[in-house]
C-alpha cells in the first residue's frame, strides 16, 4: 500500500488551524461525471482516503475511472503517551488533507449513475465527515 504523503515540503512540522467557510477550488464536477463531496469541513487522514479509494476500486471493478481530487499535504504531530509537558513538538505522526465545506474529493466517470452513487455511499463509510453526490 502506497501512502499518500509529500514527497518533500517546505516546512516539517505547521500548526493545527481551523477547517471553516467553503472551499475556495474542486467545487464542480471536472472529470467524471459524479462526484463525492463534502458537506462539511475537517481532515482526512491518508489512510482513510485509501480505504475509500480502495471501496470504490473493489466495488466499481474493472468498468469506469476514478479521480481523487485531495492529497494529504499538512503533518500532523504527536508527542509519545505519558511524556511531561515542554520539550517542543512531537514527530510527525500523519499527513491529512484539509477539506473545506463543498470541496469534491472523489470523481467517477465511465459508469451508470446507480452504481457511481452506490460505490460512493460504500466510501463515505470510510470517511469521518458528511458527505453527498454532486451529478456533472
Not at 469541513?41 to 466495488?59: F, H, K, S
Not at 469506469?64 to 514527530?91: N, Q, S
Amino acid at each position: 500500500m502506497a501512502l499518500l504523503m509529500p514527497a518533500k515540503s517546505k516546512y516539517r512540522k505547521c500548526q493545527k488551524g481551523r477547517v471553516r467557510g467553503i472551499s475556495k477550488g474542486a467545487l464542480y464536477v471536472a472529470f467524471g461525471e459524479y462526484a463525492l463531496y463534502a458537506k462539511e469541513g475537517g481532515w482526512l487522514t491518508a489512510n482513510q482516503i485509501e480505504a475509500a479509494r480502495v471501496a470504490i476500486t473493489r466495488y466499481i471493478r474493472k468498468t469506469g475511472k476514478l479521480w481523487i481530487r485531495v492529497f494529504p499535504d499538512k503533518p500532523l504531530t504527536k508527542k509519545p503517551a505519558e511524556t511531561r509537558m515542554g520539550k517542543g513538538k512531537g514527530p510527525v505522526e500523519k499527513w491529512v488533507a484539509v477539506v473545506e465545506r463543498g470541496r469534491i474529493i472523489f470523481e467517477l466517470g465511465g459508469l451508470s449513475e446507480d452504481m457511481a452513487r452506490k460505490a460512493f455511499e460504500v466510501a463515505a463509510h470510510k470517511l469521518p465527515i458528511k458527505t453527498g453526490v454532486k451529478v456533472r
